[in-house]
Structure formats: structure tokens, C-alpha cells
């Protein structure tokens, strides 16, 4: 056996070399233990594969839904401006906007400007002025009209604040004081617009003319703009409708921008030789040219009678007016800006006097220059057509009627003024609903 002292100076050695590596490894442990003790402190959230992929297939498709429609597309929102010029205007502007600001810049409006003088279109005039021919074998008509502009005291606005930098937006009001053309004559063959299609029967409404023949329909735009200026080209059919109302204002618009869009006739009288079309159709006029912004003037309704022989070659009278017997019975839209959105004003007024009517029953042309002359008026003309005795017929008022529950269903409930309204509580003993407001629901002045 060996020395024992050498013997524990050995195992104390050993101690130490062991108590070393203990040291050394649990100083390498460390980290390790405070990483495991930080997560322990830690919170994670694990989402499913499938779920994260759902989530960002959502906000892709969102931003489709969102940004891509808007931006290449025609947006269906009314606000938009887009939305006015329909699918074809919006390429035409793309093709042009070669830079994708949405802008047209003086170099690239002077593309399109080439491209429009290449194509025939007259840039200096703008006025549309459809015309027609009488025909040799048409008997013919003088038509006279009959204005007293707006009464400015009806309105509500203040006309000294309704500026936009310098430009007066109300000038074109202001300035309409007389007639554009205090007579015209027509064809017989030019009031086909008011002719049926087909053998009707008595009381059974029609069309006069809808949206779908109108030109802005045809372009796919979702409203009709409020920031224009001339009219557009019309159905030949509607030209004579057109050239009465341009009698007034050199920019009638026969499509309105809201509806009830359109017109309506109906046969309310006959015998065997005359019937008698009522009718009712929505119309307005643009009153500015640029550099001032569109100020547009929507009478109430246009209504008025039509006698005419049953071969529809022959008129016996013909009168069409709007009607004065409320308070107020014309809308005023007009913009003091670029924006529709933000630059609208609206407000309400009377006219006294918007008429057109023949001057004497149609007669045949005995010289070529007959109808280069108006008709002289016949002082007997009305009393001719009270004198007509119709062998079928519906109450007049009964027929107006029929054509605004046409144009406005809402009215085949019946409305009662307010006095009227009391008197028919008592006798039914019912509660009575009123309904107050500034303008008329039942036709365009609201």
C-alpha cells in the first residue's frame, strides 16, 4: 500500500479538478437557464396555417373589391363623377390621361382636340338646332309661344351671394327675359311624337318617349350629369317636341337628369272625324354658357291637349303649357364651381306664364313660300273646339290625373289639402297624418 499521505493528497486534487468542472458547467448552463426562464415569462400565439391563408385571401380580395374598381373601372356610386359619363367616356378619358393622374393636361387635351377637328366635329359651335322640311303634301301649322320669366322675388337665396369668384352662376336667369323664337311653323308630320303606335283605346296610356331612346342612355352612364352645358342629339322622332321648346330657351333638355323621366299621353276624346290626346312630359333647360357654371331650370311639367284628325293628317288645335296654379312651380339647380358634389345650390320659384299653341288649324300650302310666313291668328279657333261633340269621352281632370299616377305611382293614394283633410276626419273619424313641405311631390318644381 502506499504512503497515505499521498493517498489523500490525491483525492483532494480529484475534489478540486471536480468541483471545477461542476463550476465550469453550470456556468455554461446559465444562458440556457435564462432563456428558458424568459420564455416562460413570454406569451405566444400560434394561428393556424389554414386560417392565416384565409385571413389574406379576405384582405386581397377586399382590396380588389376596394381600390380596382375605382380605379380602372366605371364606379356606380351617383357622387362620383365617373359615374356620369358611362363606360365609353371613361376609356375615351384613360386613353387620353396618358399619365394616369386622372388629369388632362394641355398636352394631352391637344391630342384629342386634333383628333375631334379630324373627325368633323364643329368646335366653335355647340348649339344643336335640329331642322326640318315641310313637306309638299303636309298641311302645316303656326305655332306661337308665350313667356313672363321668373318672379326673382319667390326665390329664397340671396342673388348677391351666389357668386363663385367673379363669375355670376346666375346670369343666365337673370338675362332670360324673352323668347327665343316668338313663332315657328310645323308640319303636321313633325307632331308624330304625339301619335300612338297603334290603334289605342280610349283612356290607355303611352309613351311619348322614354329613357331607353335617349342618347345618354346609350353610352351605359348610371345618371345624368349636372356639370353640362348643351344637349345632346335626339331620336328624329322627338325633333319637333325638341324645336317647341327651344321657342323658350335655345337649350331645352327633353331627359331630364331625375325622374320620372320621360312622357306620358293618353286618348281622352273622340268622334268620327277628331280625337283628342292629353299629355304630360318632364323637360328642363340649361340657362349658361361657359365661362359660367350650368345653371339648370326645371319647370313643374309640361301638359296640354293635341286635336287632331283621326288620319293624323289634319290639326285642329294643339296647346301645351306649365301650369301656374301653385306657388311655386320651378326648380333651380345651379353649381358655383367645379365640384357637383360640393358646389350645388338649389332653390324654388313661380312663373307666371310658359305657353305654346297653334294660331288656327292646319291648312295645305298653295305656294312654295306659304310656310316661310306665320298663320294669322283665327279669333274662332276656341270656340270651334268647345263646340266639338264627342261621341266617346273621359272628364278631363280624370285624365290629368291618370297621366300623373302614370309618372308618379305614390299618388294612387288619395291626398287631401289640409282644410279638406279635417272635413273628411270628422265624417270618417280618422286620425289624421300630415305631411308638410316646401315644394310638390307630384311633379318636378319639389
Known amino acids: 500500500m502506499g504512503d497515505p499521505n499521498e493517498e489523500e493528497i490525491r483525492m483532494r486534487k480529484m475534489d478540486a479538478y471536480g468541483t471545477q468542472k461542476d463550476k465550469e458547467s453550470e456556468k455554461n448552463k446559465d444562458p440556457l437557464t435564462k432563456e428558458q426562464q424568459k420564455r416562460q415569462r413570454s406569451f405566444v400565439i400560434y394561428i393556424p396555417k389554414k386560417l392565416f391563408y384565409i385571413s389574406l385571401f379576405i384582405c386581397f380580395i377586399a382590396l380588389i373589391v376596394t381600390y380596382v374598381p375605382r380605379r380602372y373601372f366605371l364606379p356606380f356610386d351617383e357622387?362620383?363623377?365617373?359615374?356620369?359619363?358611362?363606360?365609353?367616356?371613361?376609356?375615351?378619358?384613360?386613353?387620353?390621361?396618358?399619365?394616369?393622374?386622372?388629369?388632362?393636361?394641355?398636352?394631352?387635351?391637344?391630342?384629342?382636340?386634333?383628333?375631334?377637328?379630324?373627325?368633323?366635329?364643329?368646335?366653335?359651335?355647340?348649339?344643336?338646332?335640329?331642322?326640318?322640311?315641310?313637306?309638299?303634301?303636309?298641311?302645316?301649322?303656326?305655332m306661337r309661344a308665350y313667356f313672363t320669366p321668373l318672379v326673382i322675388e319667390t326665390m329664397t337665396k340671396d342673388l348677391e351671394e351666389s357668386y363663385f369668384g367673379n363669375i355670376d352662376s346666375l346670369s343666365g336667369l337673370k338675362e332670360?327675359?324673352?323668347?327665343?323664337?316668338?313663332?315657328?311653323n310645323f308640319g303636321v308630320r313633325h307632331f308624330s311624337m304625339f301619335f300612338p303606335k297603334e290603334r289605342v283605346q280610349q283612356g290607355h296610356i303611352f309613351d311619348l318617349y322614354t329613357e331607353e331612346r335617349s342618347f345618354m342612355s346609350s353610352i351605359g352612364a348610371s345618371h345624368l350629369s349636372s356639370n353640362r352645358f348643351y344637349p345632346s342629339k335626339i331620336d328624329d322622332k322627338l325633333i319637333g317636341l325638341y324645336r317647341i321648346l327651344s321657342m323658350f330657351h335655345p337649350r331645352p333638355f327633353l331627359m331630364i337628369r331625375f325622374p320620372p323621366k320621360g312622357g306620358v299621353a293618353l286618348v281622352r276624346a273622340q268622334n268620327n272625324d277628331y280625337i283628342e290626346i292629353v299629355f304630360r312630359f318632364?323637360?328642363?333647360?340649361?340657362?349658361?354658357?361657359?365661362?359660367?357654371?350650368?345653371?339648370?331650370?326645371?319647370?313643374?311639367?309640361?301638359?296640354?291637349?293635341?286635336?287632331?284628325?283621326?288620319?293624323?293628317?289634319?290639326?285642329?288645335?294643339?296647346?301645351?303649357?306649365?301650369?301656374?296654379?301653385?306657388?311655386?312651380?320651378?326648380?333651380?339647380?345651379?353649381?358655383?364651381?367645379?365640384?357637383?358634389?360640393?358646389?350645388?345650390?338649389?332653390?324654388?320659384?313661380?312663373?307666371?306664364?310658359?305657353?305654346?299653341?297653334?294660331?288656327?288649324?292646319?291648312?295645305?300650302?298653295?305656294h312654295s313660300h306659304d310656310t316661310e310666313e306665320p298663320i294669322e291668328t283665327d279669333d274662332t279657333l276656341q270656340d270651334t273646339v268647345n263646340n266639338i261633340i264627342w261621341t266617346h269621352e273621359i272628364g278631363l281632370d280624370d285624365a290629368l290625373q291618370q297621366l300623373e299616377v302614370k309618372m308618379y305611382p305614390f299618388k294612387k293614394i288619395t291626398y287631401y289639402n289640409f282644410t279638406e283633410t279635417i272635413k273628411k276626419a270628422q265624417e270618417e273619424n280618422k286620425l289624421i297624418h300630415s305631411i308638410l313641405l316646401w315644394g310638390a311631390l307630384d311633379d318636378q318644381s319639389c
Do not use: C
Request: hydrophobic residues 35%.
Open 79 to 142: 357622387e362620383n363623377p365617373y359615374a356620369a359619363l358611362g363606360e365609353e367616356g371613361i376609356k375615351l378619358f384613360r386613353k387620353y390621361d396618358r399619365n394616369g393622374d386622372d388629369q388632362l393636361s394641355i398636352s394631352e387635351y391637344e391630342s384629342l382636340f386634333f383628333q375631334m377637328l379630324g373627325n368633323g366635329l364643329n368646335l366653335t359651335e355647340f348649339e344643336y338646332n335640329p331642322e326640318q322640311e315641310i313637306e309638299e303634301d303636309d298641311q302645316f301649322v303656326t
Open 176 to 184: 332670360w327675359t324673352k323668347l327665343n323664337h316668338e313663332w315657328m
Open 282 to 366: 318632364h323637360a328642363e333647360f340649361q340657362l349658361n354658357e361657359p365661362p359660367h357654371n350650368p345653371f339648370w331650370f326645371t319647370p313643374a311639367q309640361f301638359t296640354g291637349s293635341l286635336i287632331i284628325s283621326k288620319d293624323y293628317t289634319r290639326i285642329l288645335n294643339f296647346n301645351l303649357y306649365v301650369p301656374s296654379d301653385k306657388k311655386l312651380n320651378v326648380d333651380m339647380e345651379w353649381l358655383n364651381g367645379p365640384s357637383e358634389n360640393e358646389n350645388m345650390e338649389v332653390d324654388i320659384g313661380y312663373m307666371p306664364l310658359m305657353t305654346a299653341n297653334i294660331t288656327a288649324k292646319s291648312r295645305l300650302r298653295r
